[in-house]
């Protein structure tokens, strides 16, 4: 399951800019943008113009999600990128450490970037194709370097330090995002020069084709993995609904008369099939294949990802020690909270109150399956199976039975009328034929308070093989 929270343009705006919601005319330096932008989803989604002029009496305006094709990512990151890295020349020869001169305009320059970005980003992990990869992966070195430059600009820098510095006049939240600000810009490397700045940025240059790299092998392994089952005792405990599809996706890509009980079965490590799998199949020798395909994904074959791990891990050795840190975990834990020793300290206080109860629970289960017939000693593969079953005797809970009390509809409900409650804010859905969704399956909803629409979140619940990397 996804969920996407998007602020409406007229919130967004005001937050940023301190109530002014005008809408930036789609220049460069006085320059108009080419005429083929116009219409270009992300580039009305980078710059909402007055949410007045766009719907009349609503507050707010949805991204055109469907209109998206892959050739609009490249000229919309172009244009968003010259254009903030243009607002940046002027800033840094203009800036003052005062929160209007200083903070307020580093936002409006970064966001529409941001909100571009993001934007594409999104499509890509719910609405992956090859050809919109290739558009993100032509796109992403132009993100990197803009972000490399604007945390390594010295000016911007120097007027945050000063802005933190003398900032008296600063709430705490205020206060907050002005010392992150400048931390960023120290780890994103502005006090470095020559050879190790180079070096530097080459580093975040490769690290961001890594990354990608890694994402596209991991869905492309579970998209490519499949496994044909023949013979019927494989599949015996599996629900019918799950046999039904698997029969259906084997006359899909296969061809054929496969039927939901005599077969064939084309199986994928989707969560549907897999989650079936281990807890109903009775069979375990599927039940060991598909774990194993879970937990090697990636591993070896023709998307292999344990050199890129490998590479990823002395990149980041290599960049944290240009930092002036010892270690990566060093360098991560800097933006964060707690402390290496605070986690180990909680996880060990963890293992205390947890590993007796566990190994408890692991006798009791091995017990069960023993008066089941089963002498082996269990594995990950046989947990969970054993596991339904003890819980349906114990307990005397059937899943099936409670379905009827958990009806998706019913268990939206109840949480949006405790969130209701808990918040003061009113959460409708829309209808679909009023907003703009990647898939025909997504749910879109506002959240108001006192009639003003504040934000709005998509619900996208369902898996999409060979689309959505997760949920």
């Given at each position: 399951m996804?969920?996407?929270?998007?602020?409406?343009?007229g919130?967004?705006?005001?937050?940023?800019?301190?109530?002014?919601?005008?809408?930036?005319?789609?220049?460069?330096?006085?320059?108009p943008?080419?005429?083929?932008?116009?219409?270009?989803?992300?580039?009305?989604?980078?710059?909402p113009?007055?949410?007045?002029?766009l719907?009349?009496?609503?507050d707010?305006?949805l991204?055109?999600?469907?209109?998206?094709?892959?050739?609009?990512?490249?000229?919309a990151?172009?244009?968003?990128?010259k254009?903030?890295?243009?607002?940046l020349?002027?800033?840094?020869?203009?800036?003052?450490?005062?929160?209007?001169?200083?903070?307020?305009?580093?936002?409006?320059?970064?966001?529409?970037?941001?909100?571009?970005?993001?934007?594409?980003?999104?499509?890509?992990?719910?609405?992956?194709?090859?050809?919109?990869?290739?558009?993100?992966?032509?796109?992403?070195?132009?993100?990197?370097?803009?972000?490399?430059?604007?945390?390594?600009?010295?000016?911007?820098?120097?007027?945050?330090?000063?802005?933190?510095?003398?900032g008296?006049?600063?709430?705490?939240?205020?206060?907050?995002?002005?010392?992150?600000?400048?931390?960023?810009?120290?780890?994103?490397?502005?006090?470095?020069?020559?050879?190790?700045?180079?070096?530097?940025?080459?580093?975040?240059?490769?690290?961001?084709?890594?990354?990608?790299?890694?994402?596209?092998?991991?869905?492309?392994?579970?998209n490519h993995?499949?496994?044909?089952?023949?013979?019927?005792?494989?599949?015996?405990?599996?629900?019918?609904v799950v046999?039904?599809?698997?029969?259906?996706?084997?006359?899909?890509?296969?061809?054929?008369?496969a039927?939901?009980?005599?077969?064939p079965?084309?199986?994928?490590?989707?969560?549907?099939?897999?989650?079936?799998?281990?807890?109903?199949?009775?069979?375990?020798?599927?039940?060991?294949?598909?774990?194993?395909?879970l937990?090697?994904?990636?591993?070896?074959?023709?998307?292999?990802?344990?050199?890129?791990?490998?590479?990823?891990?002395?990149?980041r050795?290599?960049?944290?020690?240009?930092?002036?840190?010892?270690?990566?975990?060093?360098?991560?834990f800097?933006?964060?909270?707690?402390?290496?020793?605070?986690?180990?300290?909680?996880?060990?206080?963890?293992?205390?109150?947890?590993?007796?109860?566990?190994?408890?629970e692991?006798?009791?289960?091995?017990?069960?399956?023993?008066?089941?017939?089963?002498?082996?000693?269990l594995?990950?593969?046989?947990?969970?199976?054993?596991?339904s079953?003890?819980?349906?005797?114990?307990?005397?809970?059937?899943?099936?039975?409670?379905?009827?009390?958990?009806?998706?509809?019913?268990?939206?409900?109840?949480?949006?009328n405790?969130?209701?409650?808990?918040?003061?804010?009113?959460?409708?859905?829309?209808s679909?034929?009023?907003?703009s969704?990647?898939?025909?399956?997504?749910?879109t909803?506002?959240?108001?308070r006192?009639?003003?629409?504040?934000?709005?979140?998509?619900?996208?619940?369902?898996?999409?093989?060979?689309?959505?990397?997760?949920g």
């Amino acid at each position: 399951m996804k969920v996407l929270l998007l602020l409406s343009a007229g919130t967004a705006g005001k937050l940023l800019r301190g109530g002014e919601t005008s809408c930036p005319p789609w220049t460069i330096d006085g320059t108009p943008a080419p005429t083929s932008l116009i219409g270009n989803p992300l580039i009305e989604e980078a710059y909402p113009c007055p949410v007045s002029a766009l719907l009349g009496n609503s507050d707010a305006r949805l991204p055109r999600w469907a209109d998206v094709q892959p050739e609009h990512i490249v000229p919309a990151v172009d244009f968003v990128v010259k254009r903030a890295d243009v607002e940046l020349k002027v800033l840094e020869a203009t800036a003052a450490p005062e929160w209007g001169k200083l903070v307020v305009p580093f936002e409006r320059l970064t966001e529409p970037v941001g909100r571009a970005w993001v934007m594409a980003k999104h499509l890509e992990s719910v609405a992956n194709t090859p050809a919109l990869r290739k558009a993100i992966d032509e796109a992403n070195p132009v993100i990197t370097q803009f972000n490399q430059r604007l945390s390594q600009s010295e000016g911007l820098y120097r007027a945050f330090k000063q802005l933190r510095t003398g900032g008296a006049n600063l709430t705490t939240a205020q206060k907050r995002i002005v010392d992150s600000q400048v931390q960023q810009f120290e780890l994103g490397g502005v006090g470095l020069t020559g050879q190790k700045k180079t070096t530097f940025n080459d580093i975040g240059n490769e690290m961001s084709d890594l990354r990608t790299k890694f994402n596209s092998n991991m869905l492309d392994a579970a998209n490519h993995w499949r496994l044909v089952v023949k013979n019927r005792s494989m599949i015996v405990g599996l629900p019918v609904v799950v046999a039904k599809r698997a029969a259906e996706r084997y006359n899909r890509v296969r061809g054929g008369n496969a039927t939901w009980n005599a077969g064939p079965w084309m199986i994928t490590s989707g969560h549907g099939d897999f989650a079936a799998v281990m807890t109903k199949a009775r069979s375990r020798k599927l039940r060991k294949v598909m774990l194993q395909a879970l937990l090697s994904r990636g591993l070896g074959g023709k998307y292999d990802n344990l050199p890129v791990s490998w590479r990823i891990n002395e990149l980041r050795q290599q960049d944290a020690q240009i930092l002036g840190f010892g270690n990566y975990t060093a360098e991560s834990f800097a933006t964060k909270m707690a402390k290496p020793a605070q986690v180990d300290r909680l996880l060990g206080q963890i293992k205390d109150v947890v590993k007796p109860r566990s190994d408890a629970e692991h006798a009791e289960l091995t017990a069960y399956a023993r008066q089941l017939g089963f002498n082996d000693t269990l594995q990950r593969w046989d947990v969970n199976v054993f596991a339904s079953r003890l819980m349906a005797q114990k307990y005397a809970v059937d899943h099936r039975a409670l379905r009827q009390y958990f009806a998706l509809d019913n268990v939206l409900t109840g949480l949006f009328n405790l969130t209701e409650r808990l918040f003061d804010v009113q959460v409708v859905e829309l209808s679909n034929s009023s907003v703009s969704t990647w898939d025909s399956g997504i749910r879109t909803f506002a959240i108001s308070r006192n009639g003003t629409v504040t934000s709005h979140f998509y619900l996208d619940l369902w898996s999409r093989n060979g689309q959505k990397t997760a949920g």
